[in-house]
């Protein structure tokens, strides 16, 4: 298990352990965490699982590929350290993620 | 007895239908701080899971009963959302506030929310009850089709939409073959606009898909109670080891009308997913709902808007602020084509195509007047985003810069 704390805009954090291979949307889902919608359940498709990666966690989270860096473009309040964390595969290195949601997914 | 939508956090939900809409508005209600009882009545043995991959992922066992779960099965008993799986509502009594299971059980509600979704449409022909004649639906309907496919294995599809698509391309995947048999004069003629549907034949005719256009079906023949092939109406017959049937589907609004709730292809609700009725709900395929932007009601079968009216049902029982409205959106996954649509092509009068169709990265843009109306976009995530942005703020677009890709979608969006 990787223990992943999401944080909602709110500062309402939410510390999950998540099995490895699922997503990091997954993790939040599967456990109603608020503030990932995931519309689209993990097929790149929709950008409503926006994330901000926080940024000791940037490398171990790997790169973004060229479908979700042209979604993340048009998805609102983009940052340098945002994901679309449907993308993100959780593993036991990702122990300890933090990350940070958004005000809005839409 | 609470009044409707001020927010009576121990109000007494039930939910009629544990599919994606029904599954989620539990999991909306409780995520807005609603305390009060939840029951999730649903007629298939299985907690709500996601349909979209069962003509993907689950057909190239590459998903399973688990991964497909909205919420793991430990979720439901600690969100306190009281399950009858299995169960079957056969009557709503608006006055008395209570439904009948087929069990003879009935319980009361303060708010009940209909979400029995759509049912896969039948064809009324002879040999529609051969065993391997199905439809894809639920997952048991994905595990019968994914145990008759495989290797050398021949699919015959009736209808060429987006279900019939997709189990075509998942056919191919598995090393089987396909041959779709479309009514029309070519395949989503329903459902997109004609570049697109020439795109999508092309593409699954250059892997080996068979089409058959502008063709009746007549029945099924079979051999020993099982589906051999299909029989047109020119009494040619299509052999398959097992066929499909993807002809559209129909609402399941038979309870809601029996109870005297106004349905017109599905139960009519307003734009909070309210019936006539305010204590009663209606979400998902199910309903035929306000699109405000097109100034008008339709149908729509998609998990974005079960999600949205999901949302809506349960943000006006907690009484939290509406939801924003948004714009109806679908996707499809076929081979390595990432299919993305926004809007609906109402009042359209013309077609921009922006991209290289031959090059399969290309949108095209489905305008009324300078406004966009709807996008149908092939592995093309800037027109896709851009152009749901576009349709959302109504704002006039350049032709002429719609059309160029020397400049970006942000620009042509600005």
């Keep these: ?106 | 007895m609470s009044e409707a939508g001020t927010g009576d956090l121990t109000a007494r939900v039930v939910i009629v239908g544990a599919g994606h809409a029904g599954g989620s508005a539990a999991a909306f209600l409780r995520q807005y701080g609603h305390t009060g009882p939840i029951v999730l009545i649903g007629d298939e043995p299985l907690l709500p899971y996601q349909r979209p991959p069962l003509s993907k992922a689950w057909l190239k066992g590459e998903a399973d009963a688990d991964s497909l779960q909205l919420k793991p099965t430990t979720w439901y008993e600690e969100a306190g959302v009281s399950l009858r799986l299995g169960g079957v509502v056969v009557s709503i009594n608006r006055g008395a506030k209570t439904v009948t299971l087929a069990s003879g059980e009935h319980l009361p509600y303060d708010y009940l929310i209909l979400a029995t979704g759509a049912r896969a449409r039948a064809l009324p022909i002879p040999g529609a009850d051969l065993s391997g004649v199905l439809a894809l639906r639920t997952a048991a309907d994905a595990e019968a089709l994914k145990e008759a496919l495989g290797p050398g294995k021949r699919l015959a599809v009736v209808g060429g939409g987006y279900v019939g698509l997709e189990a075509a391309a998942s056919t191919v995947a598995l090393g089987g073959h396909a041959t779709i048999i479309e009514r029309e004069s070519r395949v989503l003629a329903r459902v997109a606009c004609e570049t697109l549907s020439v795109f999508f034949q092309d593409y699954h005719g250059e892997r080996g898909v068979t089409f058959v256009l502008n063709a009746g079906v007549e029945g099924f023949e079979g051999r020993d109670g099982h589906v051999t092939g299909v029989r047109l109406s020119d009494r040619s017959v299509i052999a398959c080891d097992v066929a499909l049937v993807g002809v559209g589907a129909v609402p399941n609004e038979e309870l809601a009308r029996d109870a005297g709730l106004h349905c017109a292809n599905g139960v009519v609700v307003d734009i909070e997913a309210r019936t006539a009725d305010p204590f009663v709900f209606a979400i998902g395929d199910l309903t035929h709902r306000p699109l405000p932007i097109y100034d008008r009601q339709f149908r729509l079968e998609s998990v974005p808007n079960a999600l949205e009216q999901a949302k809506q049902a349960a943000a006006a029982i907690a009484g939290k602020p509406m939801p924003p409205h948004e714009i109806p959106w679908f996707w499809s996954d076929q081979y390595d084509l990432k299919l993305q649509i926004a809007g609906l092509p109402f009042d359209a009068d013309r077609q921009v195509v922006r991209g290289d169709v031959a090059a399969a990265r290309f949108a095209v843009f489905h305008l009324k007047g300078d406004l966009v109306q709807a996008v149908e976009a092939v592995n093309a995530p800037p027109e896709f985003m851009a152009g749901k942005q576009l349709i959302a703020k109504r704002t006039p677009v350049s032709i002429e810069k719609l059309a160029d890709t020397t400049i970006s979608m942000k620009e042509v969006a600005a």
């Design chain 1, 1 to 106: 298990m990787a223990k992943i704390t999401y944080i909602e805009h709110d500062g309402t954090d939410h510390v999950i352990d998540v099995k490895p291979g699922l997503t990091v949307m997954e993790g939040a889902v599967k456990n109603n965490v608020p503030g990932i919608d995931a519309d689209c359940g993990g097929a790149c498709a929709c950008a409503t699982c926006h994330v901000y990666v926080d940024d000791a966690w940037l490398d171990k989270t790997g790169e973004k590929s060229a479908m979700e860096e042209s979604m993340l473009d048009f998805a609102e309040n983009v940052e340098p350290n945002s994901r679309l964390s449907c993308q993100i595969k959780v593993s036991d290195a990702l122990d300890g993620l933090v990350v940070r949601l958004p005000e809005s997914q839409h």
